[in-house]
Each structure stands twice: as C-alpha cells, then as structure tokens.
C-alpha cells in the first residue's frame, strides 16, 4: 500500500507543478483578503460537466451557478488517502460553515470518482454521507470522468491488484475551490510536508488551514 501512496503523491505533486507554472507572481499578492490575488486566477482549470450524483440524478455544472465549488477527486474504494483528504476538507468546511453560516451555505462540495466502474451512486451515497451531510457524490461514464478529471488538469490511472475487482487507483491529490462562475480560485491544504517521513499519519491542523482559506476567498 506504501508504494501505491507514494505513487499517488508523485501524480499530485506532478500536477501541482503544472497548476502553479507560470502563477508564482500571485502567490507574492498582499495577504489582505480585500486586495489579494487567488493563486489560481487565471488557470484553465475546471469547464462543463454532465454527471450523475449519489441519488442517481443528473447534475451539470450549470446546477452550480452563483455557488463556490470545492472540489476533489478520489475513489470510495480507496484505502488511506482519500479517506483523510475528505475528513480534513469537510471539517474544515463544517469550521467555516459554524464560523459563518452564511458565508459557508455559499459552498457546493463535491467528490468526484476516478473509479466510475466500482463508484455507482449506491456505493457513492454512503461514502459520501460518513463526511458531510451536504457532500455530492459525482460519478459517470468513463468517458465523463476522463473528460472532466482532464479540464481538471487532474491524472488518475488503474493499478492492478491481487484479484480484477480489488485494483487501486493512482491518482492527483488536488482539492479545488472554484467561484462562483466556475472559475478557479486556489488549491485547498491537504499535505503539511512536515508529515511527509510518517505516511498516513494526518495533519490535524489541516481543517483549521482549510477554514482560513475558504474565509480568505469566499466573499
């Protein structure tokens, strides 16, 4: 499983690079939230989508507009990494939201699987529902997952297992928040690099992180 991590974060430290190519004048903005650049301002990142959630009901990203977007991508199957990702992001949106309430009803969360054969909206409802009970579970063809997972600049790829069903997936550790308009804003916390030599023992500061982020850039 250690080496399945390990190749997980190279991918999202792969895709980090080309997020952040051509941005690092943004990332010297002032830090005043009235004046401050999103880091990710400008980046074509994100687009249209045509999905289908946890109950079994279409969902475009049209349905989301006027909202902020936080997005990531991951798989229910998965057996560390997603798992703490979703638990840091949501208490960190639950934070917000109890900082905030309205401010943090402005916030659309949403999963989005890398592993459509396995994710259908019965195995997503459940998952989904352990983190946050506003989390949307977004799944498709594979066609649609490619799709969006690349406006996402976001790579995932199957790792075969000891059996066909019992497969990984390697994939991008990206979390987005996006505005109102669909458009990127920056990359939420996720890994402290301090915690980098004990893999898988999670950051406990991270929700807090999180929280001052989305007070920074949702308006």
């Given at each position: 499983m250690m080496n399945i991590a390990n190749m997980g974060r190279k991918l999202a430290r792969s895709s980090l690079v080309l997020l952040m190519t051509g941005m690092l004048a943004a990332c010297n903005a002032s830090s005043d939230t009235a004046t401050a650049t999103p880091p990710l301002a400008g980046a074509k990142i994100g687009g249209?989508?045509?999905?289908?959630?946890?109950?079994?009901?279409?969902?475009?990203?049209?349905?989301?507009?006027?909202?902020?977007?936080?997005?990531?991508?991951?798989?229910?199957?998965?057996?560390?990494?997603?798992?703490?990702?979703?638990?840091?992001?949501?208490?960190?949106?639950?934070?917000?939201?109890?900082?905030d309430p309205a401010r943090g009803a402005k916030i659309a969360p949403m999963f989005i699987t890398v592993d459509p054969e396995r994710d259908t909206p019965a195995a997503l409802k459940p998952f989904v529902s352990r983190y946050h009970p506003r989390l949307i579970g977004l799944t498709g063809t594979p066609e649609q997952i490619a799709a969006v997972a690349k406006a996402y600049v976001v790579i995932y790829n199957k790792v075969p297992g000891s059996a066909p069903d019992r497969y990984l997936m390697a994939h991008s550790q990206l979390a987005f928040l996006m505005d109102p308009a669909g458009k990127p804003l920056a990359l939420l916390p996720l890994d402290d690099p301090s915690t980098d030599a004990d893999e898988g023992a999670p950051d406990e500061g991270a929700p807090d992180k999180v929280a001052a982020d989305l007070a920074k850039w949702v308006k």
């Open positions: 249209p989508f045509t999905l289908t959630d946890q109950d079994g009901k279409t969902v475009r990203d049209t349905d989301f507009a006027g909202k902020y977007r936080l997005v990531y991508f991951g798989y229910s199957y998965c057996p560390d990494i997603c798992p703490v990702d979703l638990q840091k992001l949501m208490r960190g949106l639950a934070a917000f939201e109890k900082s």
